[in-house]
């Protein structure tokens, strides 16, 4: 986070003041003359400070009063605004004033104000990335600060060293990455219902397919040459039935004619003699179809005519047809859920490899050597060399005093106040 521009009305000592911090290069240093005693104390540096932090948390460092911020001599009108640049580029103006009472955010000339004061600090702290105490101990210090580095619990500390190291690019890709973690296992729960839904449709269709009287569930060329093969005997135990039948009728005539011998309708009289040999040669062909007949026997049709085979077959083939469709569509479903699990087993492995406790953890191992050797450089200098700090890959600290461990609580005001410049030093 770097601060552009900062406009000052009626904060403690300060009447008014507009600083462009972007006209200066490099570290900018403010000096202050008091017109009243003609020294620097009093002047205001601190003030300018502490506008900063009231504009970006509604707090100050040193624990003022809402009435005290006002300046003593104007008494209302108490306005800060400060614009700065978040490290991806992104610029922030915010807007504080009491005396009436106001808050107001923009994020790229973007109002984004909340509809409260609470809602809005809470906005502010997730744009900024830390919260006001680890705002005042990573990027504040001096004589009204008193959060230190080494009252702070690890997790602080851990969030103090992320805003020096300017981490919150990679903790931006972290919310990526769980968005795409969310969207995969969404994926993977509406292929699982996908699936689940399409095997209960392929155990409907085959239960329909089972049903099927099972004497039906055959070719239709095959039902087709079964009733080929029964007509054509059919229709040779009919047609030799019917001769039978129409020998029977004429032998039944002739020896009518016998007893009888005039014809029914001339009414003359009929050679008795030709009719006896007619009778003779009829019964003759009757005996040898008889013959014939009593070596066939009548046919029985197959069980299910054509069409009703046909049908069917259409039934099986269509049930079969969206079977396999459904199959198929399992089939893919269950590739697009592997890649979907593996895609969301790839972004919990990022979202661990990018949580605290990863980064983190690895961007301190990686530091601290160089961050313990750069404090004892510092307090070497404040302690004349009987001092010693040293940071575990937890951040805890163990503390020399002429060669003897000590403990932080144990440490007087003096002490403490002069560890906590040499690891701000430190890490800038």
């Known amino acids: 986070m770097k601060i552009k521009k900062l406009q000052v009305k009626n904060f403690l000592s300060i009447q008014k003041a507009s600083i462009d911090f972007t006209e200066f290069d490099g570290l900018t240093v403010i000096k202050g003359k008091n017109l009243d005693t003609g020294g620097s104390n009093g002047a205001g540096k601190s003030a300018i400070v502490e506008a900063i932090y009231f504009a970006l948390t509604g707090k100050t460092l040193r624990k003022s009063t809402e009435v005290s911020l006002v300046n003593t001599q104007a008494k209302k009108g108490l306005e800060v605004a400060v614009q700065f640049e978040k490290g991806d580029g992104t610029e922030v103006s915010v807007y504080r004033s009491k005396k009436p009472t106001k808050m107001q955010i923009l994020v790229d000339g973007h109002d984004v104000t909340a509809g409260h004061r609470d809602g809005s600090q809470a906005r502010l702290d997730e744009i900024i990335g830390a919260p006001h105490k680890v705002l005042a101990a990573s990027m504040f210090f001096g004589q009204s600060n008193d959060l230190n ?196 087993e790839v972004m919990r492995f990022w979202e661990k490899a990018l949580s605290e406790k990863g980064v983190i953890k690895y961007v301190i191992r990686n530091i601290l050597s160089y961050f313990n050797e750069r404090i004892n450089y510092y307090l070497s200098y404040l302690t004349d060399h009987t001092f010693s700090l040293e940071f575990d890959d937890e951040l805890s600290e163990i503390i020399t005093i002429n060669d003897s461990i000590t403990h932080y609580i144990s440490l007087s005001g003096g002490e403490r106040r002069k560890n906590n410049p040499s690891r701000l030093m430190a890490l800038f």
């Open 149 to 344: 580095f080494l009252d702070a619990s690890p997790t602080v500390k851990r969030d103090i060293i992320r805003n020096f190291l300017n981490l919150e690019e990679l903790f931006s890709l972290r919310d990526s990455i769980k968005d795409f973690k969310s969207k995969y296992n969404f994926n993977i729960k509406e292929c699982a219902t996908l699936i689940a839904e399409a095997t209960k449709d392929v155990k409907n269709i085959q239960s329909k397919i089972d049903k099927v009287n099972p004497s039906t569930n055959v070719k239709v060329e095959a039902a087709e040459a079964a009733w080929e093969v029964y007509y054509k005997l059919f229709n040779e135990y009919n047609s030799i039935d019917q001769k039978v039948k129409e020998l029977k009728l004429r032998i039944g005539t002739n020896k009518r004619r016998v007893d009888n011998p005039l014809c029914p309708t001339c009414k003359q009289s009929i050679s008795v003699s030709t009719v006896i040999k007619e009778l003779g040669e009829l019964s003759e062909d009757l005996s040898l179809k008889e013959k014939e007949l009593d070596k066939l026997t009548m046919p029985i049709p197959p069980p299910y005519s054509l069409d009703y085979i046909r049908a069917c077959n259409q039934n099986i083939e269509m049930l079969q047809d969206l079977k396999n469709e459904k199959l198929s569509r399992i089939e893919e479903t269950q590739k697009w859920k592997s890649k979907c699990q593996l895609d969301y």
